[in-house]
């Protein structure tokens, strides 16, 4: 039996799987699970040099009460707003799972696509954001209140965009007719990928070390876009950039 069979045939045994908890649980837990390690070396970065040098703003400093502050926002957003949202969506629109898993060449092409999707529409979101003032001043600054980004802040927004972003998210898999656990695993890529982009680190094998001639931006693109302001708005790749004018590859502090 193929690995995916064998995980979705657990997971459709799961009575939380139809519970109207569920969506914001799992948000919650991937979310956590992908911010624990770089809240881990954030706390290690003072202390040890070999982690210290792989900080892309190595003056800044995470600290408890920005880690906390950021992390209360965002526990307070899921229970208001995101578990209500999900609550009538659970009600009005009943998710069907079917006993067959999805291969798994049709995964990788579907998070590809939805990705590829997320990309242009968060783009075109953010590059309006930050060009008309109003948008930027009401909904979109509360994400620039660290010039250095760092993990626990990739969620620390407004209501508004944290909606936003979460309907992109949603609309996606829909659109494209994605399995149910294509949707789950694409959930998961995405929130790794948008949090190792506000982390503040570079590494060797940092996901834009991967992909070749340039095409991922990750978080040094990111960082910068947060010290800057005005480039770099794509969350991943960088095509979109490149195409506006807005692509900025050199950092200096």
């Not at 948008?194 to 996901?207: D, I, L, Q, R």
Request: glycine share 2%; hydrophobic share 45%.
């Amino acid at each position: 039996m193929l690995p995916l069979q064998i995980l979705w045939d657990w997971l459709i045994q799961q009575s939380l799987l139809r519970s109207p908890f569920f969506p914001v649980l799992f948000s919650l837990t991937v979310y956590l699970s992908c911010c624990f390690p770089y809240v881990c070396l954030d706390l290690l970065s003072s202390r040890l040099t070999q982690v210290h040098r792989f900080k892309i703003q190595p003056q800044s400093k995470v600290t408890w009460t920005m880690a906390y502050s950021c992390l209360r926002k965002i526990v307070h957003n899921h229970v208001c707003f995101i578990f209500p949202a999900s609550l009538v969506h659970w009600y009005f629109r009943p998710v069907f799972y079917p006993p067959l898993a999805p291969e798994m060449l049709s995964v990788v092409k579907d998070i590809l696509a939805c990705l590829l999707l997320f990309d242009m529409q968060y783009f075109l979101w953010h590059l309006l954001h930050h060009k008309v003032s109003w948008l930027y001043n009401v909904f979109h600054k509360e994400h620039h209140f660290y010039t250095a980004a760092f993990s626990m802040m990739t969620e620390d927004t407004s209501i508004w965009e944290m909606l936003s972003l979460s309907f992109f998210t949603t609309l996606n898999p829909a659109l494209l007719g994605c399995h149910p656990l294509t949707e789950m695993l694409f959930y998961v890529t995405n929130m790794y990928l948008s949090v190792e982009a506000h982390s503040g680190y570079e590494f060797p094998w940092s996901p834009h070390r991967l992909v070749p001639f340039g095409l991922y931006g990750g978080a040094r693109h990111h960082d910068l876009h947060h010290l800057k302001f005005r480039v770099n708005y794509a969350p991943y790749f960088t095509h979109w950039d490149r195409l506006f004018g807005t692509l900025k590859k050199h950092f200096f502090l």
